[in-house]
């Protein structure tokens, strides 16, 4: 039981490297806030958690959005009287270069994956500040460190998750706060798998994910959980400003 009443917020933790994650957080004993826009998943997640006999709060928002990253926080806050470790993982996914990006499909994935983090880790500063410390994860991506193609405004999102992390390890340090990211490569989850559907071929189009790195598979959502757990860990506490891929040696070649 490494986290032990540890207070723990997941966002997108309804589905995929989330639910995992949230998952692992609460059989490792922590009280878990699960944040997702999707009401049904999102209690689906919760009644899993409970049925474990675990401790978990569903929290409905969208964390675009200003005043919903803080309305959880405060429900956390309220709930708990702290808040130990943020899992900023929920993000999206689109394909395109630059010249079929649309402005307004680039700015709605910047203002998920990009913004998002950055509310969330704004907000959560004052409670870390006050207990005198806490952990910030940053699910990022393999296509934060490469330019994978054809997917441009998700690269440059995840790429901005990098430096997020990065500035904030070196911001927050003074305070007792450590701030890491996970790069996981190309993942078994619901988003891949939409992606994946929408192929001409979807066996072709998995193969070739899978083929594309040395490990030659997909990454289960469970591992990329593990590497959040294990970054979040005080065994590791002198890690801060970590970059930390998992993703089958694809950006090792
Ligand atoms: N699956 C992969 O291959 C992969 C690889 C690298 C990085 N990632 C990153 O990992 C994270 C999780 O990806 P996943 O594959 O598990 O995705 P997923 O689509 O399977 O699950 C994401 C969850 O986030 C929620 N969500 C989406 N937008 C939200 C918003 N605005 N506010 C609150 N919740 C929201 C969704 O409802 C969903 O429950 C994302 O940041 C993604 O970019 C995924």
């Known amino acids: 039981m490494k986290f032990q009443s540890k207070v723990v917020i997941v966002t997108g933790a309804g589905a995929g490297i989330g639910l995992a994650t949230a998952l692992k957080f609460a059989e490792s ?13 999102g209690k689906k997640a919760l009644e899993i958690i409970e049925r474990n006999g675990c ?3 569903l929290c409905v928002a969208d964390i675009q959005d200003s005043s ?11 709930k708990w009287g702290r808040a130990d470790i943020l899992v900023n993982n929920a993000g999206v996914y689109i394909q ?7 402005e307004e499909a680039w700015e709605r994935l910047l203002k998920i994956n990009l913004t998002g983090a950055f509310l ?22 393999e296509a934060g460190l490469v330019g994978i193609k054809d997917q441009v405004a998700y690269n440059v999102s995840k790429a901005g998750v990098i430096a997020l992390t990065k500035s904030c390890a070196v911001d927050f340090a003074s ?15 619901p988003l891949v798998q939409e992606s994946i559907n929408r192929s001409a071929d979807p066996f072709v189009a998995k193969r070739n994910l899978e083929s594309i790195r ?14 959040i757990l294990y970054l979040a860990s005080d065994e590791i506490g002198y890690a801060t400003g970590s970059i930390f891929s998992i993703d089958g040696g694809y950006t090792a070649q």
């Open 120 to 141: 969330f880790t704004k907000y959560i500063f004052p409670a870390m500040e006050k207990q005198g410390g806490g952990v910030i994860i940053n699910v990022a991506s």
């Open 29 to 41: 004993g922590a009280f878990v806030a699960l944040v997702d826009t999707n009401i049904q998943n």
């Open 68 to 78: 919903q990253v803080r309305g959880a926080i405060e429900k956390v806050i309220q």
């Open 55 to 57: 401790e978990a709060i």
């Open 214 to 227: 040395p490990l030659n598979r997909l990454g289960k959502p469970e591992e990329i959980a593990s590497a």
């Open 175 to 189: 305070y007792g706060i450590r701030v890491n990211s996970v790069c996981p490569g190309t993942t078994d989850t």
């Open 96 to 102: 395109g270069n630059a010249n079929e990006t649309s």
